[in-house]
């Protein structure tokens, strides 16, 4: 099933619940979109960035236009596709506080598991996405913009007590998202601790301090991983050059880069490429 929703002003949201709909093929998404997949089968296969996950039954994942992805085994799944035009999350994060969590953080796409106590709910709430999906009047778009907003901040909720950011203060909270969205827009470019604490108004070991009480990652490797992740994916979904991958992604040389996608993966970058 596929339920479509287009506004007079390029707005759009789509619901499916469709077991072919992601089997065996890589999902297209549009540099406009955001997209929730809902798994519901009870153990599933997902290639992210080419290394293989499994997701339990009630899990979701939250990708950005960025992420390349495929299943390798699925049957059964809901998805939520909508566009900036529809609800943009960066004009609205003072609302739902998920940039830099949910979406454009560093790294993979983050992963939700439902508690059984919250299945109910989430239930509910996506069987009135599809009444008002079906419902046409003039108030169809507020509506369905309430009920994502109300998805979204339930995911949220969920994630930041998943991965212990409950035992944070909202400020702190807020720096790590604003690190990770950070992390996200400038990888390329900035490649130190440093260079982030500056755009924060933080200091290094401020930072360094609050990532300590919710990751095993410090502030460097998570840079470090973005940097990794996207020489994974140009040298797996392009055909670029490792010079030309090397230079975009600002390492001094070929060696230099060779060294360091070596430390994270085992292999070199040509031997990775050829193994695609």
Not at 100 to 110: D, E, I, M, S
Not at 128 to 150: C, G, P, V
Request: aromatic share 12%.
């Amino acid at each position: 099933m596929k339920l479509n929703y287009k506004g007079k002003n390029k707005e759009f949201l789509e619901l499916i619940s469709d077991s072919n709909e992601l089997h065996h093929n890589e999902y297209l998404h549009s540099e406009n979109e955001l997209l929730f997949i809902w798994i519901k089968d009870e153990t599933t296969i997902v290639e992210i960035d080419g290394i293989e996950i499994n997701l339990k039954s009630n899990s979701i994942i939250a990708f950005t236009p960025f992420h390349k992805f495929k299943f390798l085994s699925l049957k059964e799944n809901r998805i939520i596709r909508f566009n900036k035009d529809f609800y943009c999350i960066l004009n609205h994060d003072k609302e739902i506080s998920c940039k830099g969590l949910l979406f454009y953080g560093a790294g993979n796409p983050p992963l939700i598991q439902i508690p059984e106590n919250e299945i109910e709910k989430i239930e509910i709430l996506w069987k009135m996405f599809e009444i008002e999906m079906k419902s046409k009047d003039e108030l169809q778009l507020e509506m369905l913009q309430t009920m994502l907003k109300r998805f979204i901040i339930l995911c949220t909720r969920i994630y930041k007590e998943q991965h212990n950011h409950i035992h944070l203060i909202k400020n702190e909270l807020d720096i790590i998202r604003e690190f990770n969205y950070q992390v996200e827009t400038h990888f390329r470019t900035k490649h130190t601790v440093q260079e982030y604490a500056d755009i924060l108004n933080k200091s290094a070991k401020t930072l360094a301090n609050i990532f300590n009480k919710i990751s095993t990652n410090t502030p460097l490797q998570i840079i470090q991983e973005r940097r990794m992740i996207e020489a994974r994916r140009l040298l797996k979904y392009t055909d670029k050059s490792i010079k030309e991958i090397a230079y975009e992604l600002e390492f001094e040389d070929i060696q230099s880069f060779s060294r360091f996608f070596k430390k994270y993966e085992q292999i070199s970058p040509s031997e990775y490429k050829n193994n695609k």
